[in-house]
């Protein structure tokens, strides 16, 4: 098993297990803190939280699906990962010097949804990587994914802890130089996939008009129910995010740096989880294990409807890094392998729905605190997660009885 590990962190894996982690490293020093940037720095209202993440939610949207496309077109995904890398670094540039709720706003639509690009390019990069290596996907997915809970054990924590100690300048300052660091190595130890680029010119122009209809192809039905299950998962997880710094600090009057604290735990938690749950997959399946996780969830979100001392917070993160470890280590591929033709746009879709669901849970996060506070604001959470349950549970019950029927059809036919 220690073999196995090492082999992992090197080479072409590690040099992606590298990337894939600091990539959210930066992310991790720009998105836990933005609620407190917008409502200490700036003054302004939550609702106001709603109205940054809805735009900066559409505007990924947007790019993401198109880079999906070209990805899927041919161009190679390092290209596209290192544009939303530069997005990346100058939309920390731009939050540092900003002093005004529209100047976060452009830079948001114009910055951070180009870097919010760069999740579906990587995850797209890795899918292809364990393709033409000839690994499975499902586990190569979940150990880089482990990746990205390792840097936010201690990245939310130091975001809080910067801010606490040089303000919210100096913090985004870090999360561009990180971004900056990325792009570089990106450039230099990544190499390019010119693969289906040369395979594009050996076809004929029949093969050339058939690529381009399976291009305009829809997704598959299965996918956008997924979709939404995802949707409403991430629903819950970003309320929580969202809101938990400002309940933490302005409701319960705990330090500014605890919040950073509960999501490096939960990083902690989920990283064994994450390395575990394709193992657990492989024999259960990815939609049962899924299901149990959003139970874990519900357990989670009653508790911090209970919770008022630090140790209690602390606690319930293990139901939250069992929950949120299992449902971001599997919820790609459970994506992917009902779209295996179009991995580039399955990919942009799945980042999409977590877009959606962030941009819905924090506008809805906005709206009841400023009603009724931040404590209601978190019964956000366990309805949405109650919801995706039943969605995913109906989706399961329908596929055995698909699978059932499809059974009895062949032993008869075989009779």
């Known amino acids: 098993m220690y073999q196995s590990?090492?082999?992992?962190?090197?080479?072409?894996?590690?040099?992606?297990?590298?990337?894939?982690?600091?990539?959210?490293?930066?992310?991790?020093?720009?998105?836990?803190?933005?609620?407190?940037?917008?409502?200490?720095?700036?003054?302004?209202?939550?609702?106001?939280?709603?109205?940054?993440?809805?735009?900066?939610?559409?505007?990924?949207?947007?790019?993401?699906?198109?880079?999906?496309?070209?990805?899927d077109r041919g161009v190679q995904d390092k290209k596209l990962f290192l544009l939303g890398v530069a997005g990346i670094a100058m939309a920390a540039l731009c939050f540092s010097m900003a002093t005004a709720f529209w100047q976060v706003l452009l830079t948001g639509v114009l910055f951070m949804g180009l870097g919010s690009a760069s999740i579906p390019m990587i995850l797209a990069m890795i899918r292809r990587y364990a393709e033409s290596s000839g690994q499975d996907s499902t586990r190569i997915n979940s150990q880089?994914?482990?990746?990205?809970?390792?840097?936010?054990?201690?990245?939310?924590?130091?975001?809080?802890a910067s801010v606490e100690q040089f303000g919210f300048q100096g913090n985004f300052f870090l999360a561009g130089t990180i971004a900056v660091l990325v792009g570089?190595?990106?450039?230099?130890?990544?190499?390019?996939d010119d693969r289906r680029q040369v395979q594009s010119i050996e076809l004929d122009s029949q093969d050339?008009?058939?690529?381009?209809?399976?291009?305009?192809?829809?997704?598959?039905?299965?996918?956008?129910?997924?979709?939404?299950?995802?949707?409403?998962?991430?629903?819950?997880?970003?309320?929580?995010?969202?809101?938990?710094?400002?309940?933490?600090?302005?409701?319960?009057?705990?330090?500014?740096?605890?919040?950073?604290?509960?999501?490096?735990?939960?990083?902690?938690?989920?990283?064994?989880?994450?390395?575990?749950?394709?193992?657990?997959?492989s024999r259960y399946g990815k939609r049962p294990v899924i299901l149990c996780s959003f139970l874990l969830?519900?357990?989670?979100?009653?508790?911090?409807?209970?919770?008022?001392?630090?140790?209690?917070?602390?606690?319930l993160q293990v139901f939250n890094g069992l929950f949120f470890g299992i449902f971001v280590g599997l919820g790609i591929s459970l994506l992917q392998d009902e779209a295996p033709e179009h991995v580039g746009k399955a990919?942009?879709?799945?980042?999409?729905?977590?877009?959606?669901?962030?941009?819905?849970?924090?506008?809805?996060?906005?709206?009841?605190?400023?009603?009724?506070?931040?404590?209601?604001?978190?019964?956000?959470?366990?309805?949405?997660?109650s919801l995706a349950f039943v969605l995913l549970l109906a989706i399961e019950l329908r596929a055995r009885r698909m699978q059932s029927q499809q059974t009895r059809v062949a032993q008869l036919s075989s009779r």
């Open 347 to 385: 990919s942009a879709f799945y980042t999409n729905a977590m877009a959606v669901g962030t941009m819905a849970g924090t506008s809805l996060m906005g709206v009841v605190a400023g009603a009724f506070g931040y404590k209601q604001a978190l019964l956000i959470s366990l309805g949405a997660i």
């Open 184 to 192: 570089l190595f990106t450039w230099r130890a990544i190499s390019g």
């Open 144 to 160: 880089m994914r482990s990746s990205v809970s390792l840097v936010w054990i201690i990245g939310p924590a130091m975001a809080f």
């Open 208 to 281: 050339v008009k058939k690529d381009a209809a399976q291009e305009k192809a829809r997704l598959p039905a299965r996918v956008w129910w997924l979709g939404l299950v995802i949707f409403l998962a991430n629903i819950a997880n970003s309320t929580y995010i969202t809101s938990i710094p400002l309940y933490l600090t302005e409701t319960l009057g705990m330090s500014t740096s605890f919040p950073g604290v509960l999501i490096g735990l939960t990083a902690a938690f989920e990283i064994p989880v994450m390395l575990l749950s394709a193992r657990w997959a």
């Open 5 to 71: 590990a090492l082999l992992f962190v090197k080479g072409e894996a590690g040099r992606f297990f590298f990337v894939n982690g600091f990539t959210a490293l930066a992310f991790s020093f720009i998105l836990p803190i933005m609620s407190l940037f917008l409502v200490k720095q700036l003054g302004l209202d939550p609702s106001y939280i709603g109205v940054y993440t809805v735009s900066v939610a559409l505007s990924g949207m947007v790019i993401s699906h198109r880079l999906g496309a070209l990805s």
């Open 297 to 315: 969830a519900a357990v989670f979100y009653i508790g911090l409807q209970v919770a008022e001392t630090p140790l209690a917070f602390v606690i």
